[in-house]
């Protein structure tokens, strides 16, 4: 199976500063999906597709890469988007998850 | 479109248990349902699908055995059954609507595995 790879584990950002993260894949896939996850609540689809973003969801994110590499960026990271992102590929069996970028804010 | 999940449960060791996911708001046989193990503090799983047009499923290799997935046309609704249980079946257990990503989830339902 293909086995998602997301750094950093933990990013810890100030308001108002870009950041961006990273999910690679142990062999080339055609899209990336990512989810937002918020402590106690169900996982929203955020990005998919690579680069689309799911309704609802602010202009400041941003969604991007190809083949084993793909990121998501925030370009002026706010309060309210703290939480675990997830990557999720299914161009191969069985589709498979990373284990989460938790973003913190300073 | 709502993916509604059963209650908590709390059972014992060796026992089974079967969750519902009831599906609102959109053509039910029009998309396959998925289910996401999540243990706690950790990562999703996927256990598997299926397609409630025409029941075929499709498991994780780490999920065989373990659950069995079946649909109610008629009530609009998903079923996972977990068997022979352990502690390590311990999890939050998801519901997710496929259409070319998991566009909709439940809930989740809270499986607690204690004698």
């Known amino acids: 199976q293909i086995v998602l790879s997301q750094s950093p584990a933990i990013l810890s950002a100030s308001p108002g500063e870009k950041v961006t993260m990273t999910c690679r894949a142990s062999?080339?896939?055609?899209?990336m999906h990512w989810y937002q996850q918020k402590p106690g609540s169900s996982p929203k689809p955020w990005i998919y597709?690579?680069?689309n973003l799911a309704s609802g969801v602010p202009a400041r994110f941003s969604g991007s890469g190809s083949g084993t590499s793909y990121s998501l960026t925030i370009s002026r990271v706010e309060a309210e988007d703290a939480a675990t992102y997830y990557c999720?590929?299914?161009?191969?069996?069985?589709?498979?998850f990373g284990a989460g970028t938790k973003l913190e804010l300073k | 479109v709502q993916l509604q999940q059963s209650g908590a449960e709390l059972v014992r060791p060796g026992a089974s248990v079967k969750i519902s996911c009831k599906a609102f708001?959109?053509?039910?046989?029009?998309?396959?349902i998925n289910w996401v193990k999540q243990r706690p503090g950790q990562g999703l799983d996927w256990i598997g699908y299926?397609?409630?047009?025409?029941?075929?499923?499709s498991y994780n290799q780490k999920f065989k055995g373990k659950a069995t997935l079946t649909v109610d046309k008629s009530s609009s609704t998903a079923y996972m059954e977990l068997s022979s249980l352990t502690s390590e079946d311990s999890a939050v257990y998801y519901c997710?609507?496929?259409?070319?990503?998991?566009?909709?989830w439940g809930q989740g339902t809270t499986l607690t595995v204690s004698s």
């Open positions: 997710a609507r496929h259409g070319n990503y998991f566009d909709y």
């Open positions: 708001g959109y053509t039910f046989t029009n998309h396959h």
């Open positions: 299926i397609n409630p047009y025409n029941d075929y499923t």
């Open positions: 062999s080339s896939v055609s899209y």
């Open positions: 597709a690579t680069s």
């Open positions: 999720q590929q299914w161009s191969s069996n069985p589709p498979t």
